[in-house]
């Protein structure tokens, strides 16, 4: 009977989180139900990382564990974020052409934050919410100063707006970062452009690695514009498998 009772309390926590992010009951039942099924085989394989030995600079005694381990409350709420994902993408991509409202694109996006840096050590929890939440309002700095770098800037703010993860401004001092860098035509409708994503204080915030002039691209300049509005977060996905 207690087991029950937990069990119970637990799918109703599952169903609560999941309410608050969708908004409707049927979607919210499927993924506490889903996130439910999986929670003790992710219990169990957090609990293994308590039997190994951490690894570090030995001579200088720097052995410590840096990952993040969660209670099961919290564990499932993560599970409820992950299970959650698919059907944001499926309301995203709605083929009766309804978008989710900016206040819905917001939720998910401080959720996938929260669920993307949860899983790595504690110094990436606090990094990557600080850094990344604090940036609502992103503007588009011209790149070349004639038609093709406008057309290319056109393309790239068209792109970032139909992600929806950040809202626009034209205004550079009202944004909370910019995004910049250099573009080249090389030959008709074909150009070459290095893109970074810099925050107010001046910081690098994207891309999360390599260099700090920029992620470097190169083709048609649809092509460019759409995969820099995906690489945003897409690079933000990858983290978390590393």
């Known amino acids: 009977m207690e087991r029950n009772s937990l069990i119970e309390e637990s799918l109703a926590r599952a169903f609560q989180l999941a309410y608050f992010i969708h908004g409707d009951r049927e979607t919210a039942l499927n993924i506490a139900a889903e996130a439910l099924a999986k929670l003790e085989v992710a219990a169990a394989a957090q609990d293994k990382r308590l039997y190994y030995t951490p690894t570090g600079r030995a001579e200088r005694g720097e052995r410590f564990r840096t990952k993040v381990s969660i209670g099961e409350t919290h564990l499932l709420q993560r599970l409820v974020y992950v299970e959650s994902e698919p059907y944001e993408r499926r309301a995203e991509q709605a083929s009766n052409g309804e978008s989710p409202e900016e206040e819905d694109m917001l939720i998910y996006f401080i959720k996938h934050l929260v669920r993307i840096t949860v899983r790595r050590n504690s110094f990436y929890v606090t990094l990557g ?28 703010t068209a792109a970032l707006r139909a992600n929806r993860r950040f809202s626009l401004t034209t205004n550079r001092d009202e944004a909370d970062a910019v995004l910049k860098g250099r573009m080249t035509a090389t030959r008709p409708e074909q150009a070459s452009a290095t893109i970074r994503l810099v925050n107010a204080r001046g910081e690098v915030v994207w891309p999360i690695k390599g260099p700090v002039s920029g992620k470097h691209y190169q083709g048609s300049i649809a092509t ?19």
């Open 129 to 156: 919410l600080s850094r990344m939440l604090a940036i609502k309002k992103v503007h588009v700095d011209p790149f070349v100063d004639d038609s093709v770098g406008k057309q290319f800037r056109d393309q790239l």
């Open 224 to 242: 460019i514009a759409g995969q820099i509005a995906r690489d945003l977060l897409a690079d933000i996905d990858k983290a978390e498998h590393k």
